[in-house]
Nanobody, 125 residues
Framework: QPQLVESGGGSVQAGGSLRLSCADSGFIVRPYYMAWFRQAPGKEREGVAV????????YYVDSVKGRFTISQDHANNRLNLQMDSLKPEDTAMYYC??????????????????WGQGTQVTVSS
């Protein structure tokens, strides 16, 4: 059974950095897209960064461009999210997601078949 397990969340002051990691296991074939989503209290879950595993092409939501970097560790089957210059509005539960199929809308959570349990990121001002 495929699994995604996130780690690396925590509390940091504004301007600080955190690195999230997502370990995947049990996939017979590599996921087509992998992504990081986040959900803040009282808000809908939103896509933050997406990676196409075939070419390592990456995509970011405007609010994190230039601050977040999504990357793939091929050797260890890990998806990473380096988060720099963090802001209080980045506070949320962060989820790793994967889809085995080409997605029509990589920002839609409905496209993703597999989800991790989430890791909390809290940024204080």
């Amino acid at each position: 059974q495929p699994q995604l397990v996130e780690s690396g969340g925590g509390s940091v002051q504004a301007g600080g950095s955190l690195r999230l990691s997502c370990a995947d296991s049990g996939f017979i074939v590599r996921p087509y897209y992998m992504a990081w989503f986040r959900q803040a209290p009282g808000k809908e879950r939103e896509g933050v960064a997406v990676l196409y595993t075939g070419t390592d092409n990456t995509y970011y939501v405007d609010s994190v461009k230039g601050r977040f970097t999504i990357s793939q560790d091929h050797a260890n089957n890990r998806l990473n999210l380096q988060m720099d210059s963090l802001k209080p509005e980045d506070t949320a539960m962060y989820y790793c997601a994967a889809t085995l199929f080409p997605a029509q809308d990589v920002w839609s959570e409905r496209e993703y078949n597999f989800w991790g349990q989430g890791t909390q990121v809290t940024v204080s001002s």
